[in-house]
């Protein structure tokens, strides 16, 4: 009788197998999986790995019920071993627990550390960044050459964030030669449904078998250097004063405070982590995702240069002003955003305590996906949801800053993206893509037609285009 009483109402879910549970049916691109299986079982969903329990929820009304009604339920994040590693123990904002630590950092983060002011006051290391970009296209058209977009795209990010987070250029750095491989590892690698999580002790050794043991320790290893080299250019040289480190330096000494907390090296690594992968990563493989589809789409790459060429004319200097004009050019940034929204889960979150939502038991400390892929193409909202089509948003007042649920790249809630107010990425994909749309047109490499373009993602905290974008500028008499 007492555990009949006692008997959770848990959401339905997928029969699983004993031990590993639901792992199985994961596949390579959860999102999609979970997509799927969200068909059949409901908008709430319970899937089981190892001894941990999740749900996920995979449409707008559901998504609003964890992020908006119950997100002080459901605003912790789980102890992610590999995460926690590569977060020098959740010392970050991304994979701490909710916690008097990680409100103080949020705080901190919103107030001086990505704050508009900071994005604005650095304009002139994205147009000098952006500028160098555009000759290297240059080189490559009169050459013919095809640029990859995933690499190139990473380099030019790298480049603005090392300078106006940590005053340095990515030239020479320790990261020069790796860039590409440690920022997409760490995503990589802080994304994966990884045994350890799962599996008591034995998790462990699975992990070592499959390698991203070692993948996390490698990329850690490079990720560890870098940070100690860019702290030392700091504290051997005392002019740098107004960038995050400096800041993050200034709260090490006890200078500024943080609460009652007292920062250490590990904070402040943590706290860089944060810069560095969510930083770079996200708006490089968001600008490759919008050119990826421009050239799919031929239509849709006419229409958005014909606005551009027509509102830009023949200004030399591209200018952040200029671009609040590009009507047609957000629409397409937005309509990428919603068919490839770049982190398909969101960072998973985990319930601080007993919660009922929808009807069903949700027990504290249970996982909690939020499938925005799936919103992304919910039926009800989106029509033809498959296909890529900007004019959707054309007198549709859905806007991606976390109110409207049926669109969330960046999140909602107590957890939403920090970076996606004051743009520090997005400010500078519009500057580049601009400037590649009216400079460039863009050709496919010889013998490849749009059909053979390969429209995958891979998997990760962010998916980035499987294979990489490769496409052939040519020069026009705007270039
Ligand atoms: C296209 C660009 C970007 C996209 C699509 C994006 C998306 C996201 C998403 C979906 C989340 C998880 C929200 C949740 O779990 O509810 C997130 C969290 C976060 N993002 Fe971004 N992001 C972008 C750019 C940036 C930039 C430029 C930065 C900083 C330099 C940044 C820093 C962070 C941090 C620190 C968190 C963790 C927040 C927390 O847990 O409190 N992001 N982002």
């Known amino acids: 009788?007492?555990?009949?009483?006692t008997k959770k109402n848990l959401p339905p879910g997928p029969p699983r197998l004993p031990i590993i549970g639901n792992l199985h049916q994961l596949g390579s691109r959860p999102q999609r999986s979970m997509f799927k299986l969200s068909e059949k079982y409901g908008s709430l969903m319970s899937l089981k790995y190892g001894n941990v329990t999740a749900v996920v929820a995979s449409t707008p009304e559901m998504v609003k019920e964890i992020l908006k009604t119950f997100d002080v339920d459901c605003c912790s994040r789980p102890h992610m071993t590999y995460g926690?590693?590569?977060?020098?123990?959740?010392?970050?904002l991304g994979f701490s627990p909710y916690s008097q630590y990680w409100k103080e950092l949020r705080k901190m983060t919103v107030v001086e550390l990505y704050t508009a002011k900071r994005v604005k006051s650095f304009g002139h290391i994205r147009q000098e960044e952006v500028a160098s970009f555009v000759d290297f296209i240059k080189q490559s058209a009169s050459l013919e050459k095809q640029v990859n977009f995933n690499r190139k795209f990473t380099n030019l990010s790298a480049s603005v964030i090392l300078r106006l987070g940590f005053g340095m250029s990515l030239e020479g750095s320790k990261l020069e030669s790796t860039c590409y491989e440690v920022i997409h590892g760490i995503m990589e690698v802080a994304?994966?449904?990884?045994?350890?999580?799962?599996?008591p002790i034995v998790g462990g050794l699975i992990d070592r078998l499959t390698g991203l043991h070692g993948k996390c320790e490698k990329v850690f290893k490079a990720m560890d250097a870098f940070f100690d080299e860019a702290i030392k250019h700091h504290l051997d040289d005392e002019s740098i004063k107004d960038d995050i480190i400096s800041l993050l330096l200034k709260m090490e000494r006890g200078e500024i405070g943080l609460g009652e907390f007292q920062l250490t090296r590990n904070h402040t690594k943590g706290i860089l982590l944060n810069i560095l992968a969510a930083g770079i990563d996200t708006s490089a493989q968001t600008a490759t995702w919008v050119m990826t589809h421009l050239i799919t789409n031929p239509r849709v790459m006419n229409k958005?240069?014909?606005?551009?060429?027509?509102?830009?004319?023949?200004?030399?200097?591209?200018?952040?002003?200029?671009?609040?004009?590009?009507?047609?050019?957000?629409m397409v940034i937005k309509e990428t955003h919603r068919i490839n929204p770049l982190v398909p889960l969101l960072i998973p979150r985990e319930t601080l305590r007993d919660v009922k939502i929808g009807g069903y038991d949700i027990p504290k400390k249970t996982w909690i996906h939020v499938n925005v892929w799936a919103v992304h193409r919910n039926p009800n909202v989106w029509k033809d949801p498959e296909a890529f089509i900007p004019e959707r948003f054309l007198n549709n007042e859905i806007d991606y800053r976390g109110l409207n649920f049926e669109l969330l790249p960046f999140g909602s809630g107590r957890r939403m993206c920090p970076g996606m107010g004051m743009g520090m990425g997005m400010a500078l994909v519009h500057l580049t893509l601009v400037n590649l749309l009216y400079r460039f047109d863009w050709e496919l490499p010889k013998g490849m037609e749009v059909k053979d373009v390969d429209l995958e993602e891979s998997?990760?905290?962010?998916?980035?285009?499987?294979?990489?974008?490769?496409?052939?500028?040519?020069?026009?008499?705007?270039?």
């Open 304 to 330: 958005v240069q014909a606005e551009v060429r027509e509102v830009i004319k023949n200004k030399d200097n591209i200018t952040e002003e200029d671009i609040e004009q590009l009507k047609y050019f957000k």
């Open 459 to 479: 998997y990760g905290l962010a998916c980035p285009k499987k294979v990489p974008l490769e496409l052939i500028p040519v020069i026009t008499k705007w270039t």
């Open 84 to 92: 926690a590693r590569l977060s020098y123990n959740r010392n970050d």
């Open 1 to 5: 009788k007492n555990t009949r009483k």
């Open 191 to 199: 994304g994966s449904f990884a045994a350890a999580d799962f599996f």
